[in-house]
């Protein structure tokens, strides 16, 4: 039998349309120019869409980003 369970954390590639997070850590090579555009650890986000590239609100600015970079961005849900 299983316990039930709740997901509090997941990359940004896994999260769905209007779901808010937190920016917990990305393991990509070019960190620097994510935190230049606005995606730095601890910055509430909004996936506004996922298909086929991802829109996320951060500050009042939609950003867009591919499914790679999405891939590498690990999110901390808000539930």
Not at 20 to 30: E, N, W, Y
């Amino acid at each position: 039998m299983f316990t039930p369970f709740t997901v509090q954390g997941c990359s940004l590639e896994l999260m769905q349309p209007g779901e808010q997070g937190i920016i917990a850590d990305f393991k990509i090579t070019h960190e620097q120019e994510l935190i230049e555009i606005g995606l730095a650890p601890g910055n509430i986000i909004t996936l506004k869409a996922k298909n086929p590239i991802f829109q996320i609100e951060v500050n009042n600015t939609i950003i867009s980003i591919d499914k790679e970079i999405a891939r590498k961005i690990y999110v901390r849900l808000n539930m």
